[in-house]
């Protein structure tokens, strides 16, 4: 599904009441992605001038209907403009249901070259289906522990505040966003890993 968030502030309210409305609607296997023209983080624009009105709100969407982002690679940015001191944010992204990624729990999306645009345009790749007789069960790989970016990804999801009405609750869904950061950030590795490994043959294949 593609969507186009208008960048006007008085747009936003109605385009988020529509992806509610689409949501509520769907019973497939669905990826939603395009120009939101909402941040979802502080982290994602770098200048300071951050409103966290509307990333507040997308993010409720995002939590509320069990959303999960599919990680970005390749650049952390994917719009500017054109000023001397250029502004960068993250408008454009791809959101998946659960049933998506049992699918396609391999799916990626990298950043191309965005060339005259100042919109970074996206490429796909589903990566293999699952095998299609049990859901693909998600585990901790032991060779996780010794990445050094690991703890802090671990820390960073973990004190991330989350909505519950008792601890068991909160509990359950603090371990359901850890499950699904790690398994976005395990498919980073992985493309990471078959990069190199690639780049590396090349290097050999030459000598």
Known sequence: MAVYGQAQEGFKSAFL???????????????????FNIMRHNK????????????????VVIDSFDLQEIELT??????????TDPTYEKLDMVLMTTEWELK??????????????????????????????????????????????????????WIQPVVGQNTVQRWNRKMEALRKHLRGWARHQHGVYKAQKENLQKVVSCD
């Open 17 to 35: 009441f529509e992806l509610v409305r689409t949501c509520q609607q769907n019973t497939l296997p669905t990826l939603i992605g395009g120009d």
């Open 44 to 59: 994602e624009k770098n200048k300071d001038n951050f409103n966290p009105r509307w990333p507040f709100l997308f993010n």
């Open 74 to 83: 390749g650049r952390q940015f994917t719009w500017a403009n054109s000023l």
């Open 104 to 157: 396609y729990p391999l799916v990626t999306v990298h950043a191309l070259d965005r060339g005259v645009s100042d919109h970074t345009p996206l490429f796909l790749e589903t990566g293999d289906p699952a095998f299609s007789g049990h859901p693909k069960q998600f585990k901790i790989e032991l060779s996780w522990l010794s990445h050094e970016d690991f703890k802090e990804k671990v820390k960073e999801i």
